[in-house]
């Protein structure tokens, strides 16, 4: 398992099992996690200062979907790396995720390795 202990993920999910269960995954990892039910929350936090290293992203979201908030996430810290997670599989989706300015694309259910694997990948050029 890597050692993640010196970074922070910000969750924007509305789904607490998902929560939960990206948190089990990501146990052992020491990383810090953060999370907000909404994307009007993700970008509240951001725009007061929160830089997480890296977000995970729900793209179906209440008050302000997960496409938005990345746009204006992305208007404020560009750097920030941004994993969009969505029940969806098809190609037009993973598509509309990237054009909303997001990094990369995971589908839920979500694969342990593969997201472990997103999340080091993109943590290790910081």
């Not at 793209?59 to 750097?79: S, V």
């Not at 989706?93 to 589908?107: F, L, N, S, V």
């Amino acid at each position: 398992m890597p050692d993640l202990s010196k970074y922070t993920l910000l969750i924007v999910e509305d789904d607490v099992v998902s929560v939960e269960l990206v948190k089990s995954i990501l146990v052992d990892t020491g990383i810090r996690i953060e999370h907000v039910l909404t994307g009007l929350e993700a970008v509240k936090l951001v725009k007061r200062g929160f830089k997480p290293d890296v977000i995970l992203m729900d793209m179906r979201l209440p008050e302000m979907d997960g496409y938005q908030a990345t746009q204006i996430i992305k208007g404020i810290h560009g750097d920030i790396p941004i994993i969009a997670q969505t029940a969806f599989a098809m190609t037009e989706d993973r598509q509309k995720c990237m054009a909303a300015g997001c990094d990369e694309y995971i589908t839920k259910p979500y694969d342990e390795t593969m997201l472990l694997k997103l999340l080091t990948d993109f943590l290790q050029r910081k």
